[in-house]
Nanobody, 124 residues
């Protein structure tokens, strides 16, 4: 399974970016999905986790109210809309696929497949 992540870039504080994650061969809606990020010198941390079939989601406190996860079933893709970006959001962002019809997964070791990472830099 290959996850294709894209959409990162350089943005000024307060700006917005939308990250995309797509794959073929697996229907993303049936899997526990997540977005993680890793800043230099820090551990990979969960940003958003979702189970579409159960309609449950988790947002890290640091991104609540600013980030939103969504999906496009026709394109078999998920998105991470990031608004009001802050310098502390700077990191490499990864999308990840967990278990088929699995529950909400907040730990990196619960995910089986990872995208290649996309760099988000928030700086003036």
């Amino acid at each position: 399974v290959q996850l294709q992540a894209s959409g990162g870039g350089l943005v000024q504080p307060g700006g917005s970016l939308r990250l995309s994650c797509a794959t073929s061969g697996r229907t993303l809606s049936y899997y526990a999905m997540g977005w993680f990020r890793q800043a230099p010198g820090r551990e990979r941390e969960v940003v958003v986790a979702v189970v579409w079939t159960g309609g449950t989601s988790y947002y890290a406190d640091s991104v609540k109210g600013r980030f939103t996860i969504s999906r496009d079933s026709a394109k078999n893709a998920i998105y991470l809309q990031m608004n009001s970006l802050k310098p502390e959001d700077t990191a490499v962002y990864y999308c990840a696929m967990g278990s088929h019809r699995g529950g909400l997964a907040l730990n990196a070791n619960e995910y089986h497949y990872w995208g290649q990472g996309t760099q988000v830099t928030v700086s003036s």
